[in-house]
């Protein structure tokens, strides 16, 4: 295994019964690079990526991992009896003071809502203390589990670039499981598609930042992705009938 990479994975196995829902799976991820999983409904991405959180241990193959890592799901899973402050530091060794908290959430724009209560929260308030509460770990590895999937669109956007600004601020490895092909390609160095617990294809997603979705070189890779995942992609002005300032739907069916 490659010692310098921040994830290396050769020969995973994680069965549940007689399902092997990963089966010899290999994946290398280079330290500071964002890395989009894509996949159907049930092809193990989620499952691939709680091996790596350390949160399922029932596996043959091995897996390196840093030893600081963070993970943000989809429902941000904040405690409802404690103020959002106390949310970020949960989980964390020792007695982390206030300010560890106070500053995880001044950088993903949250600061003024420290002392709220998670209820008051909108949907993408909530969605962002949960992100503070990664990023406070101090992470060389971010696991993202379809963290924008409850989000509505505009609000999506807005959490998107918002990941990218602290991702390339921050430098550390980020997988992002989605199943947005619009969203990966947006994001990522590498988009990987997930099929019969393997991955099945990769494809790199060589395109300036901040990316352009009405970019040939974007419709391209989108075409390509939507035909890998069996979904029969447009291209044109009808494949984006959308609000101005917000992107297609090109999410894979469950």
Known sequence: M???AAVEVGGL???FGDRAVIDDLHLTIRPGEFVALLGRSGCGKSTLLRVLAGLDREIDGGVLVPRRKAVAFQAPRLMPWKRVWRN???GLPGRPERD???RALEEVGLGHRADAWPKTLSGGEAQRASLARALVRE?????LDEP??????LTRIKAQRLVAELWQERGCAVLLVTHDVEEALLLADRALVMEGGRIAYETAVDLPRPRDVSDPRFGALRARLLDRLGVEG?????????????HADTSVAA
């Open 2 to 4: 490659d010692s310098g």
């Open 13 to 15: 196995v994680r069965s």
């Open 88 to 90: 970020v530091l949960l």
């Open 100 to 102: 560890a908290a106070i």
């Open 139 to 143: 992470p060389d590895l971010l696991l």
């Open 148 to 153: 924008f999937g409850a989000l509505d669109a």
């Open 234 to 246: 447009k291209e044109g002005p009808e494949a984006r009938e959308t609000e101005p300032g917000t």
